[in-house]
């Protein structure tokens, strides 16, 4: 069983910077796509960025690109979301998925993903 497990949340001003991982187990990766979704109050759950992890090919939404980077560490099965230029409109609760068979064409619904994390909060003030 798929188990994915996120930390690093919290709160951060303005301008600030955080790092989020995504510890996966329980199956072996290399024909998946791992990606990052996050979800407003009130709003749908949305695309953040994604990553191949066997090719390390990454996808990411306007709304981040250039701020965010997504980056997978082979030997720990982790994968992490960096984020620089926070602004509050980031705020969110931040989700690790994981696609089965998403490393050639990497997905940017959630319908195509799998296998969920619990979330972790991102909080930035103003």
């Known amino acids: 069983q798929v188990q994915l497990v996120e930390s690093g949340g919290g709160l951060v001003q303005a301008g600030g910077s955080l790092r989020l991982s995504c510890a996966a187990s329980?199956?072996?990766?290399?024909?998946?796509?791992m990606g990052w979704f996050r979800q407003a109050p009130g709003k749908e759950r949305e695309f953040v960025a994604a990553i191949s992890w066997s090719s390390g090919k990454t996808s990411y939404s306007d709304s981040v690109k250039g701020r965010f980077t997504i980056s997978r560490d082979n030997v720990k099965n982790t994968v992490y979301l960096g984020m620089n230029s926070l602004e509050p409109e980031d705020t969110a609760v931040y989700y690790c998925?994981?696609?089965?068979?998403?490393?050639?064409?990497?997905?940017?619904?959630?319908?195509?993903?799998?296998?969920w994390g619990q979330g972790t909060q991102v909080t930035v003030s103003s």
């Open positions: 329980g199956h072996t990766f290399s024909t998946y796509a």
């Open positions: 998925a994981a696609d089965p068979m998403g490393n050639i064409v990497i997905p940017r619904t959630r319908i195509s993903y799998d296998y």
